[in-house]
């Protein structure tokens, strides 16, 4: 019995830390993957792109996974964009080879910022 319990809590800490690196993920992609070269979030990051601090309260969920994969579907490559009235180069790299699991990490974390 006493094994049993003990297993019990191995089997809780094990999906605990699971579920603590899967919510750090979508940050740690968004520096990891390079956007916080272009991209600033709470202050921190590059100007090359818009903030993305509540980039969440103007755009959804699927929307932003496909800005990641395709962003060439929203801002024709190239072309003088303005975005939140600022104007940018639309620059961003696609990401057609990144993994559907991060594509989500990352979208789900951008979209929280409300
Ligand atoms: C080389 C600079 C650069 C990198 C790297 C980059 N972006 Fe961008 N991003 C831009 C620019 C410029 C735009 C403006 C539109 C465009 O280029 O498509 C943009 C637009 C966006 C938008 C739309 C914002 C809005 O309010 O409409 C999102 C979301 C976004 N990027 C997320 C990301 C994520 C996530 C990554 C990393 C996987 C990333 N970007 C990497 C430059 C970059």
């Known amino acids: 019995m006493q094994k ?3 297993s019990l809590f ?3 800490a094990l999906m605990f830390s699971a579920s603590a690196v ?3 993920s979508g940050a740690s992609l968004f520096s990891s993957e390079g956007c916080i070269a272009c991209h600033t979030i709470n202050g921190k990051g590059g100007t090359v792109g818009p903030n993305l601090s509540h980039v969440g309260s103007q755009r959804n969920l699927s929307w932003i996974k496909t800005q990641i994969i395709t962003p060439s579907a929203h801002f024709a490559s190239g072309r003088m ?3 939140n009235g ?3 180069i639309a620059i961003m790299p696609n990401h057609k080879d990144m993994p559907a699991s991060q594509v989500n990490a990352l979208a789900e974390y951008l979209e929280s910022f409300k």
């Open 86 to 88: 600022k104007s940018y």
């Open 81 to 83: 964009v303005t975005i």
């Open 10 to 12: 191995v089997a809780a």
């Open 4 to 6: 049993f319990i003990a």
């Open 22 to 24: 899967f919510a750090a």
